[in-house]
């Protein structure tokens, strides 16, 4: 009897010509409506945020406690654990081939480190120059300078590869009020600085633009910011409406940036280019995780909720909720129709924006029709 999926507006949902009528909703008899699930960690408190998938390997971060966390590279086939190492900061980085992970270290005694890159194969590893070891509580660390001087104490925001996983692009937040946001981009191979962004932009937040040749960053005033990785010179957007901190996510071609205004104004599609708000939601939406899939035409929201919210992108309606039980952490889309969901406190969770595979997995789990007398309880003309 647990709701499966619900689709509040009308599609069409089996070859059948079969419509959804508003708010439709399929039961399961079973548990939550997954179709499928790897066999994390559990009990183990999913960090918020933290998950990357490639086409044959995912990383999350799990064990987001004062004592460190650990982040796993994971192989999608399989369900295979093949590299684990301690991490810290609020993001880690996969690069695209699945092969070099990127996390800031946790040297232990309440002490945050510096950024690596390791190689899951051979787990040698490739520092990354210009941070120093701090201690958490209390912002102070041995050898440490105020940026913009080298080694600095920082707490990592965002790790992303570049797409040919020669470069790493970091967003960092100095500890201190108000204290900067710089980003920096190092070579993996060398772990040389390639690149630190200058005083007035707040690059603790990257966005990395699928082609690799720009970065999404912010002024202090709120305006984005496109860099040009070829001769790192940044060209200022104008102002706009909603939090650089909001939930914010990439089309695959880069194109457009979907964003949760977290206001009135609900989701919003805007161009990159112009940096015009080409259409809205219209309704509130609080959810803190977002994710467009490979296709470019659907988009997954959750967060605390614990349900699995999907959208068109043409539209901006909410075309299906499916809730997982408890609260999200992260969510990554796999395939145009698979969505990897890791709840608070695991397993990683596959469910399908698919109604076709939701309805046979229902049919499967059926295990008997209707009686006579229940049909005419229940006025069901026919009686299947």
Same mark, same amino acid.
């Given at each position: 009897?647990?709701? !499966?999926?619900?689709?509040?507006?009308?599609?069409?949902?089996?070859?059948?010509?079969?419509?959804?009528?508003? *708010?439709?909703?399929?039961? /399961?008899?079973?548990?939550?409506?997954?179709?499928? *699930?790897?066999?994390?960690?559990?009990?183990?408190?999913?960090?918020?945020?933290?998950?990357?998938?490639?086409?044959?390997? %995912?990383?999350?971060?799990?064990?987001?406690?004062?004592?460190?966390?650990?982040?796993?590279?994971?192989?999608?086939?399989?369900?295979?654990?093949?590299?684990?190492?301690?991490?810290?900061?609020?993001?880690? $980085?996969?690069?695209?081939?699945?092969? %070099?992970?990127?996390?800031?270290?946790?040297?232990?005694?309440?002490?945050? $480190?510096?950024?690596?890159?390791?190689?899951?194969?051979?787990?040698?590893?490739? !520092?990354?120059?210009?941070?120093?070891?701090?201690? $958490?509580?209390? $912002?102070?660390?041995?050898?440490?300078?105020?940026?913009?001087?080298?080694?600095?104490?920082?707490?990592?925001?965002?790790?992303? %590869?570049?797409?040919?996983?020669? &470069?790493?692009?970091? *967003?960092?937040?100095?500890?201190?009020?108000?204290?900067?946001?710089?980003?920096? #981009?190092?070579?993996?191979?060398?772990?040389?600085? #390639?690149?630190?962004?200058?005083?007035?932009?707040?690059?603790?937040?990257?966005?990395?633009?699928?082609?690799?040749? &720009?970065?999404?960053?912010?002024?202090?005033?709120? @305006?984005?910011?496109?860099? @040009?990785?070829?001769?790192?010179?940044?060209?200022?957007?104008?102002?706009?409406?909603?939090?650089?901190?909001?939930?914010?996510?990439?089309?695959?071609?880069?194109?457009?940036?979907?964003?949760?205004?977290?206001?009135?104004?609900?989701?919003?599609?805007?161009?990159?280019?112009?940096?015009?708000?080409?259409?809205?939601?219209? @309704? !509130?939406?609080?959810?803190?995780?977002?994710?467009?899939?490979?296709?470019?035409?659907?988009?997954?929201?959750?967060?605390?909720?614990?349900? #699995?919210?999907?959208?068109?992108?043409?539209?901006?309606?909410?075309?299906?909720?499916?809730?997982?039980?408890?609260?999200?952490? /992260?969510?990554?889309?796999?395939?145009?129709?698979?969505?990897?969901?890791?709840?608070?406190?695991?397993?990683?969770?596959?469910?399908?924006?698919?109604?076709?595979?939701?309805?046979?997995?229902? &049919?499967?789990?059926?295990? &008997?029709? %209707?009686?006579?007398?229940?049909?005419?309880?229940?006025?069901?003309?026919?009686?299947?």
């Amino acid at each position: 009897g647990e709701e !499966l999926v619900v689709l509040p507006h009308a599609q069409q949902i089996s070859d059948d010509g079969l419509r959804a009528l508003d *708010g439709l909703m399929i039961f /399961n008899t079973g548990a939550n409506g997954e179709v499928g *699930g790897y066999d994390l960690p559990r009990q183990a408190r999913y960090c918020l945020g933290d998950l990357e998938v490639t086409p044959e390997r %995912f990383a999350v971060r799990w064990g987001c406690e004062r004592t460190g966390g650990i982040a796993g590279v994971f192989d999608r086939a399989s369900g295979e654990l093949l590299y684990s190492v301690g991490a810290a900061g609020d993001d880690i $980085g996969l690069s695209p081939d699945g092969r %070099f992970l990127a996390v800031q270290e946790w040297p232990g005694e309440d002490r945050l $480190g510096r950024v690596k890159v390791y190689d899951t194969h051979s787990g040698e590893s490739v !520092l990354m120059k210009g941070l120093c070891p701090w201690h $958490g509580p209390t $912002g102070s660390g041995t050898g440490c300078r105020d940026y913009p001087d080298m080694p600095f104490k920082a707490w990592v925001t965002a790790l992303t %590869f570049s797409p040919d996983g020669t &470069r790493l692009i970091a *967003g960092l937040i100095e500890p201190g009020e108000p204290g900067p946001s710089p980003l920096l #981009v190092w070579d993996t191979q060398s772990g040389e600085i #390639v690149y630190r962004s200058p005083e007035g932009l707040v690059a603790g937040y990257p966005h990395m633009m699928p082609d690799g040749d &720009r970065i999404l960053l912010w002024t202090q005033d709120w @305006e984005p910011a496109v860099l @040009e990785t070829a001769d790192w010179t940044h060209v200022n957007g104008p102002p706009v409406e909603w939090s650089i901190h909001a939930a914010m996510a990439l089309t695959p071609d880069g194109r457009h940036l979907v964003v949760n205004t977290e206001s009135d104004a609900g989701l919003a599609v805007v161009d990159t280019a112009t940096w015009e708000t080409i259409r809205q939601a219209g @309704e !509130l939406n609080i959810d803190g995780l977002l994710a467009v899939d490979p296709s470019g035409t659907l988009i997954a929201s959750g967060r605390d909720s614990g349900i #699995v919210k999907i959208y068109s992108f043409e539209t901006l309606h909410m075309l299906q909720k499916i809730p997982v039980g408890e609260p999200i952490r /992260n969510l990554a889309w796999l395939s145009e129709h698979h969505v990897l969901v890791t709840p608070l406190s695991g397993p990683g969770i596959v469910v399908t924006t698919d109604v076709d595979e939701l309805l046979e997995v229902a &049919r499967a789990r059926v295990t &008997r029709s %209707f009686t006579a007398s229940e049909c005419a309880a229940y006025h069901i003309d026919p009686c299947p």
